[in-house]
C-alpha cells in the first residue's frame, strides 16, 4: 500500500498569514502516460462531511476559494492557503489515488495562532 | 445539492452485525460509484470497499474482506454496507463517498456524507 504522510500534524497561524501543508507519499504517484499527480487534499471541520478542495494535485475544485492552491509531484506535495481565514480552521488531509487501496494522510490540523 | 445521508450505526457487542445505508440525493445515483471509508477514534482514514455504479464489481479492503459487503438499490438511490462479525478494531466513524464520474472506480471524491458512528464493545 502507498502510505501518505503529512507534516505538520498540527499547525498555527496568525489570520492574513501564510499556511502550508505537506504530504509526502512512499512512491511516486505520478502517471507518465498522462503527466497526472493522483492526488487530491480536502478540508474537514467537526460536524460537516469532509470537503474536496483540491484534485490531480493542482486544480482547484469548482467554487473552492483561490486562496487555497496546491502543488507538487511524483511524492512531495503542498496545500497552501495564501491569507488564513478565521473559516479555514479545520483539518486537512491528503489521499492518493494512483492505486488500490485508496489511502489518506492521517491528517494536519489548522488554528489560528 | 447533493446528499449523501448515512444512517444505521450504533453500539453492538463483538461477534455482532450492523448494516449501513446512505441515502443518496440531488445526482442521478445510477451513474456513479461509490466507495465506504472510516476513521476510527484518534486514526487516520481508512478505506473500506468500492462499488461500481451498476453493483457489478466490489473490492474491499483486506481488513473487512470476507465479513463486509457492499451493495445498492438504485431504484431507492441508496447505498449499504453489510458489517458481519464486528470486532473493536470495527470502531470507527463510517463515511460515503462518491466518485466524480461514472468512468472510474479510483478517483478523488467529490462529496463525502457526514459520517455514522459504528460502536463494537462488550
Known amino acids: 500500500d502507498i502510505v501518505m504522510t503529512q507534516s505538520p500534524d498540527s499547525l498555527a497561524v496568525s489570520l492574513g498569514e501564510r499556511a502550508t501543508i505537506n504530504c509526502k507519499s512512499s512512491q511516486s504517484i505520478l502517471y507518465s502516460s498522462n503527466n497526472n499527480n493522483y492526488l487530491a487534499w480536502f478540508q474537514h471541520k467537526p460536524g460537516q462531511p469532509p470537503k474536496l478542495l483540491i484534485y490531480w494535485a493542482s486544480s482547484r475544485e469548482s467554487g473552492v476559494p483561490d486562496r487555497f492552491s496546491g502543488s507538487g509531484s511524483a511524492t512531495d506535495f503542498t496545500l497552501t492557503i495564501s491569507s488564513l481565514q478565521a473559516e479555514d480552521v479545520a483539518v486537512y488531509f491528503c489521499?492518493?489515488?494512483?492505486?488500490?487501496?485508496?489511502?489518506f494522510g492521517q491528517g494536519t490540523r489548522l488554528e489560528i495562532k | 445539492q447533493v446528499q449523501l445521508v448515512e444512517s444505521g450505526g450504533g453500539a453492538v457487542q463483538p461477534g455482532q452485525s450492523l448494516r449501513l445505508s446512505c441515502a443518496a440525493s440531488?445526482?442521478?445515483?445510477?451513474?456513479?460509484?461509490m466507495h465506504w471509508v472510516r476513521q476510527a477514534p484518534d486514526k487516520g482514514l481508512e478505506w473500506v470497499a468500492v462499488i461500481s455504479y451498476d453493483g457489478s464489481i466490489k473490492n474491499y479492503a483486506d481488513s473487512v474482506k470476507g465479513r463486509f459487503t457492499v451493495s445498492r438499490d438504485n431504484s431507492k438511490n441508496t447505498l449499504y454496507l453489510q458489517m458481519n462479525n464486528l470486532g473493536p478494531e470495527d470502531t470507527a466513524v463510517y463515511y460515503c463517498?462518491?466518485?466524480?464520474?461514472?468512468?472510474?472506480?479510483?478517483?478523488?471524491?467529490?462529496?463525502w456524507g457526514q459520517g455514522t458512528l459504528v460502536t463494537v464493545s462488550s
Open positions: 440531488g445526482f442521478t445515483f445510477t451513474n456513479y460509484g
Open positions: 489521499q492518493q489515488y494512483y492505486t488500490n487501496p485508496i489511502t
Open positions: 463517498a462518491k466518485l466524480p464520474s461514472m468512468k472510474t472506480m479510483t478517483s478523488w471524491f467529490d462529496y
